[in-house]
Every structure is written in C-alpha cells, then in structure tokens.
C-alpha cells in the first residue's frame, strides 16, 4: 500500500509541473550557452599577436555565466518524472565536459591576459581548445536531440 501511494503521490507531484516551461527554459539556457562557446571559440581562433585580451576576457566571462546558468538550471528546478534523462544526460556527460572544456579556456584567457596573444605560448593549447570546441558540439548536440525527442509526441 505504501509504495502504491509514494508511485501515486510522486505521479500526482509532476502535475504541478508545467513541462512545457521546463522544456522551453531549458532550450533558452542551452541556446544561450551554445551561443556564448561559439562567440567565444569565434574571439580564441581570430585573435592574432598584439590584439587585446579584453574582448576575449569578456568571451570567456560570458561563456562561464552561460555554463553557470544552466548548470543552475539543472539544480533549481523541478523536472518532470518524464525529464530526469535530462538531469542524468547533463550530470553524466554534458556537465563534465563543459568543466574541462572552461578549465582549460580559463588558463589560455589567463595565459592571454597576463602576456598578450604570443604565437609560441599559444600552439600549447591550439589541440586542446579545437578537441574540447569539438567535443562541446557533440555533447550539446547529443543532448539537446534527448530534449527533442522527448518533446516530440510523434516520436
């Protein structure tokens, strides 16, 4: 009777959950931190020798409020018994990757700021950054087609 009534109650808690403004929130933080990488991996691959850093501090500065914002997403919000792969998708792969991926920019943006854009000390992090750009792709993609196809009754 008990687990009849936790199964029933915990149906009954997802009615008080709008999932379309779950959903639609969730697209608008990923949109905006997709947006914020791609500026910001734009800003990494142009800059040349003796530009100044400030445009790409600020890349990177936007891109961690980004990352930062979905991220609180993920844990303030009520997601729907129907939308926990979200939480496990994002807790499992996307998250990890993104970290990594900010970690390093992190050092090059400090790297850039402290001694300006110089080739030489760049080509260290040229592999990385493009691998990590690469994977941010991939990641956001592989996650974003889970939220499609869940909201996709036809699917």
């Not at 008990?2 to 009615?15: M, Q």
């Not at 807790?91 to 970690?103: G, H, I, P, R």
């Not at 950054?129 to 792709?137: A, E, I, K, S, T």
């Not at 990641?139 to 974003?144: E, G, T």
Request: proline fraction near 1%; charged fraction near 25%; include cysteine.
């Amino acid at each position: 009777m008990l687990v009849l009534s936790l199964f029933a109650f915990s149906a009954c808690s997802d009615f008080f959950i709008d999932v379309t403004a779950v959903h639609n929130g969730l697209v608008s933080r990923m949109d905006n931190l997709l947006s914020a990488e791609e500026a910001f991996y734009d800003q990494y691959v142009t800059i040349q020798e003796g530009d100044d850093a400030a445009q790409l501090v600020n890349y990177y500065d936007n891109f961690v409020f980004a990352a930062d914002e979905l991220d609180r997403y993920f844990t303030e919000t009520n997601f729907a018994s129907t939308q926990q792969i979200f939480i496990e998708q994002y807790n499992d792969f996307y998250k990890t990757k993104v970290q990594e991926y900010l970690a390093l920019a992190g050092e090059f943006v400090d790297m850039v700021e402290k001694n300006g854009f110089v080739l030489a000390d760049a080509e260290a992090y040229f592999d990385q950054l493009d691998q990590f750009g690469q994977d941010f792709v991939d990641v956001h993609n592989r996650l974003i087609d889970t939220i499609n196809l869940q909201a996709d009754p036809e699917l």
